[in-house]
């Protein structure tokens, strides 16, 4: 059993010296970068709280129902997609590729609430990223998340396609496991936002 | 069976044991229910500021390590993946304080108190 793991990972072009895939240790160290990118976003906004002289302010414009939704559809995409990563383990490809479609949709849904939220602000309250301290730094926080959520939703659909052409099964665990990591990831920073920006007063 | 044992090898190999659906499943309704108190607080009247603050701030950070370490099998995973990530998150989380320290922005306590 030692031996066939040893030839595993001689034959693995993607394991390194320590025995870990290369890939995998590269999106953590990524994970972490962002980590400390999302620490600046967030300090900074908290470092201006309060500090507007002009325009709304947070709680003059936050829908905390439709953000508490928002929250809960990432939450589940986390869910979906360790359900995918599951069946695709277990080389049931179809199913790993319905659950993945499942996680991009609800990223999807997450994104369109995010695009009205962001419209009504602009539209109905006035706020846009110019208008007052608490603008810049929170669209920017934001929008940054959005963007990542628009990311992976990318990615998934990526996937999704390439599991339906049958150019994805059980060996690509790790591929796919590397996308849950990045997906997890924007579901772990938006609970930070969702406690920090949008709950506490 | 070659595949699977592969794929098996490569995700959960490092740090010995893995989550099974079950578990991922006990996870999520436990961040569904621990994402529905830290709403409920919100309306209910009469906390007190620095309860409310810090009772989020522990909801948050039980939800993170949930998904970080179910869902992103940091848990099950070998030290040095977890150490990659531990010690940005660290060094993120001393930015945030920094920065608020040097702004003179404190969360637990109202302005004027300060």
């Known amino acids: 059993?030692?031996?066939?793991?040893?030839?595993?990972?001689?034959?693995?072009?993607?394991?390194?010296?320590?025995?870990?895939?290369?890939?995998?240790?590269?999106?953590?160290?990524?994970?972490?970068?962002?980590?400390?990118?999302?620490?600046?976003?967030?300090?900074t906004y908290l470092a201006y709280k309060g500090k507007s002289i002009s325009g709304p302010g947070p709680h003059d414009v936050f829908d905390i129902p439709l953000t508490s939704y928002s929250a809960a559809l990432l939450l589940a995409s986390s869910l979906t997609m360790v359900l995918a990563?599951?069946?695709l383990q277990h080389n049931r490809v179809k199913s790993a590729a319905?659950?993945?479609?499942?996680?991009?949709?609800?990223?999807?849904?997450?994104?369109?609430?995010?695009v009205y939220e962001f419209t009504t602000f602009a539209l109905?309250?006035?706020?846009?990223?110019?208008?007052?301290?608490?603008?810049?730094?929170?669209?920017?926080?934001?929008?940054?998340h959005g963007a990542h959520v628009t990311g992976g939703v990318i990615w998934l659909l990526i996937l999704v396609g390439l599991a339906w052409r049958g150019q994805i099964d059980a060996r690509d665990y790790t591929k796919v496991e590397i996308?849950?990591?990045?997906?997890?990831?924007?579901?772990?920073?938006?609970?930070?936002?969702?406690?920090?920006?949008?709950?506490?007063? | 069976?070659?595949?699977?044992?592969?794929?098996?090898?490569?995700?959960?190999?490092?740090?010995?044991?893995?989550?099974?659906?079950r578990t991922y499943i006990n996870v999520a309704i436990m961040l569904a229910i621990i994402t529905a108190v830290e709403v409920a607080t919100l309306y209910v009247p009469g906390i007190p500021n620095w309860l409310l603050v810090s009772g989020l701030l522990v909801m948050s950070a039980i939800k993170f390590f949930l998904v970080v370490g179910f869902f992103m099998h940091l848990r099950y995973d070998h030290p040095i993946l977890r150490a990659l990530f531990v010690g940005p998150l660290i060094i993120a989380i001393a930015i945030i304080m920094a920065v608020m320290a040097l702004f003179s922005a404190f969360l637990l306590l109202p302005r004027h108190v300060l």
């Open chain 1, 98 to 114: 319905r659950w993945l479609l499942v996680t991009a949709l609800l990223g999807a849904h997450f994104v369109g609430n995010q």
């Open chain 1, 179 to 201: 996308a849950g990591l990045y997906w997890h990831f924007v579901d772990i920073v938006w609970i930070a936002i969702f406690t920090v920006i949008y709950l506490i007063p």
């Open chain 2, 1 to 21: 069976m070659a595949n699977q044992h592969a794929a098996a090898a490569t995700t959960h190999g490092d740090g010995g044991g893995h989550a099974t659906v």
């Open chain 1, 85 to 87: 990563l599951s069946h």
């Open chain 1, 1 to 43: 059993m030692a031996d066939h793991a040893a030839t595993h990972a001689v034959h693995d072009p993607n394991i390194g010296n320590t025995g870990l895939d290369n890939r995998k240790m590269g999106m953590w160290a990524f994970l972490g970068s962002d980590c400390m990118f999302f620490g600046s976003l967030i300090g």
């Open chain 1, 124 to 144: 109905h309250h006035g706020l846009t990223l110019s208008t007052s301290l608490f603008g810049s730094s929170f669209f920017v926080l934001t929008g940054f």
